[in-house]
Structures are given as C-alpha cells and as structure tokens.
C-alpha cells in the first residue's frame, strides 16, 4: 500500500470548516463582545505625513463628560520605551527605527496616533477625538520609493543618515569575491544573448477589504488573568 499517495492532498476535495458559523450568523466579532465597564480607546491620527508637533490642546476634549483620560507622546516618552522595528529576517543587519505607540516631537506617517482618548463608550470617545487640537509644523515628504533613496531625499528617522534601512545583493556566492564572479558571469550571459527584454511596470497602490479592521478588547480580573479577543 502506498501510504505515500494516500496522504498527498493535491488534487483532492476538502470540506472548508469555517463557513457554517459565518453563513448562519454565529460568527464573533469585536462589536458582538459586551464587557461590563468596558472603557473605549480612540486615537487622534496625524493629517500630515511628516511634520514636527509644536502643540497638542486636549483642553477641550478633557472636559467632556465621559472622557476619562487623554495621553500624548509626552506622557509616555519617560515612562515606556519605544519599539524597534520587527526584523523580517533573522540576525538581518539593518538599521531599525524605534517607534513609539503615540508620536513623540514628530509625525512620519499620515495617519500615525498623536494621542489616546479613553472614554465610557465610543460616541464620547469620538466627539473627544474630533476636538483634540493638533499644531503641526510641516516637513518635506517623499511619496517616491526611489527618490526617498537619493541624497536630496529628506530623511524621515533622524537617528539615521539617510532612508535606506539596508542593502542586499542577490547572487550566488558566499564571499565578494565568489558574488563578484558571479555577477560577471550573469552580466556575460546578457550580453551574449540573441534578445533581452526589458519593461519597466508600474502599479498603483492596493489594499485588502477586510470585513472587520484591526482592533483588540482586554478584560482582566484576579481568577482568570488576562483575556484579550
């Protein structure tokens, strides 16, 4: 018996195991999860995408009923320390920006928080959210890959020199000079070549369409701990 071909899957007809509670409305979802005294948190969003904060004014905000608390960069600059960048290869030499979970002096991306609103529930949160008053002095931006990689590029990390987080080359070989050998060979095969094609492609920018963003609930409680959907 070839147990070999009995357990190969290609080709074969599953059952998915997902779609029943999904179809039949039995799925969860964060807004499907109610916590008693549950507080709500809301971000202020940056509308620039590279600028330095001259003020945050949450005077406003604060004093709307509801409202429990507002944080900004300078609140937790002291107390929490920011968070290098996850690297995508291991042990991968690169030079990693250390972000932090509200801005803190300046903005690098539109969109990136400024400050947290902690709230009885969303509504307040939100309305908190919309007067929370954000004075931005803007930088140059780069919306070109490329050019973020040239000298006249601003740089967005001020701990570095320039954009580029690292450099690799994709050859054969262990040591430069076995990459160096390589390379020549490659480049050798091109120019003896009868045609070589080249195109240059663009594509415009994309994203999924999920159908619940990204977002978390915490409850803790002395029995069980911590439990987070």
Not at 14 to 35: M, P, V, W
Request: charged content about 25%; some cysteine.
């Amino acid at each position: 018996m070839d147990t070999q071909a009995d357990n190969n899957w290609i080709g074969k007809r599953f059952s998915r195991k997902e779609d029943d509670r999904l179809i039949t409305g039995k799925g969860q979802y964060l807004a499907d999860i109610e916590i008693d005294n549950c507080l709500i948190l809301k971000f202020v969003r940056s509308t620039c995408a590279h600028a330095v904060i001259k003020s945050i004014d949450t005077s406003t905000a604060e004093k709307i009923p509801g409202v429990i608390a507002i944080y900004t960069g300078n609140d937790i600059r002291d107390v929490i320390t920011p968070l290098p960048t996850a690297s995508t290869l291991p042990l991968l030499e690169a030079d990693y920006p250390r972000h932090w979970p509200l801005a803190v002096d300046k903005v690098k991306f539109n969109g990136e928080p400024v400050a947290a609103v902690l709230a009885r529930d969303k509504y307040i949160a939100e309305d908190a959210v919309e007067q929370v008053i954000v004075e931005y002095e803007e930088l140059p931006v780069v919306i070109d890959p490329e050019f973020a990689l040239t000298a006249e590029a601003p740089v967005i990390h001020d701990e570095f020199s320039d954009n580029a987080m690292f450099k690799m080359t994709l050859t054969g070989g262990v040591t430069p000079e076995e990459q160096e050998e390589n390379a020549n060979r490659v480049t050798a095969i091109f120019e003896q070549a009868d045609v070589v094609v080249s195109e240059r492609f663009r594509s415009h920018r994309c994203g999924v369409t999920p159908m619940e963003t990204r977002g978390a609930i915490a409850k803790w409680d002395e029995q069980t701990g911590l439990q987070v959907w």
